[in-house]
């Protein structure tokens, strides 16, 4: 690919971590879902930090995070779409289906997804505390 390095990134652009960062109202219970249900470890964990609670929880053996973070004052949390996803692609139907259990025993159902595509890769959506919607795929598709 023209313009590239070795690696792919385009010329110039040598990003060594990737965050997503929401706000939440409800810290705890996300915490408990993405971390105690899902599995995720946690990072990092601060309070107070100008009026800022947050914790960070990593996706395993890679540089990209999930951060929550709640303001004394609340959080602007709007409403999320069907289609506000995070996507877990894994390494085959076992391991998935092993996450799906560990829902459905914390009490959480899947959600019919809006877009078919993700019902015709053998996934399933579920909903975290705040409903945004997590999608469980058997296996990368590309």
């Given at each position: 690919m023209s313009g590239t390095d070795t690696a792919g990134w385009p010329d110039g652009l040598s990003v060594g971590q990737?965050?997503?960062?929401?706000?939440?109202?409800?810290?705890?219970?996300v915490e408990r879902f993405y971390a105690g249900v899902i599995g995720l470890p946690v990072l990092y964990r601060f309070e107070n930090h100008a009026g800022y609670d947050g914790v960070m929880l990593g996706?395993?053996?890679t540089d990209y995070h999930l951060e929550f973070t709640s303001h004394v004052d609340g959080s602007p949390c709007p409403a999320p779409t069907a289609e506000n996803l995070l996507v877990l692609y894994f390494r085959g139907e076992a391991a998935m289906y092993e996450l799906v259990e560990r829902l459905a025993a914390a009490g959480h159902e899947p959600v019919e997804a809006?877009?078919?595509y993700w019902a015709g890769v053998g996934a399933l959506t579920f909903e975290d505390p705040d409903g945004w919607r997590v999608v469980l795929v058997p296996?990368?598709?590309f």
């Amino acid at each position: 690919m023209s313009g590239t390095d070795t690696a792919g990134w385009p010329d110039g652009l040598s990003v060594g971590q990737v965050r997503v960062a929401r706000p939440t109202d409800k810290l705890a219970e996300v915490e408990r879902f993405y971390a105690g249900v899902i599995g995720l470890p946690v990072l990092y964990r601060f309070e107070n930090h100008a009026g800022y609670d947050g914790v960070m929880l990593g996706l395993p053996g890679t540089d990209y995070h999930l951060e929550f973070t709640s303001h004394v004052d609340g959080s602007p949390c709007p409403a999320p779409t069907a289609e506000n996803l995070l996507v877990l692609y894994f390494r085959g139907e076992a391991a998935m289906y092993e996450l799906v259990e560990r829902l459905a025993a914390a009490g959480h159902e899947p959600v019919e997804a809006e877009n078919p595509y993700w019902a015709g890769v053998g996934a399933l959506t579920f909903e975290d505390p705040d409903g945004w919607r997590v999608v469980l795929v058997p296996r990368p598709v590309f």
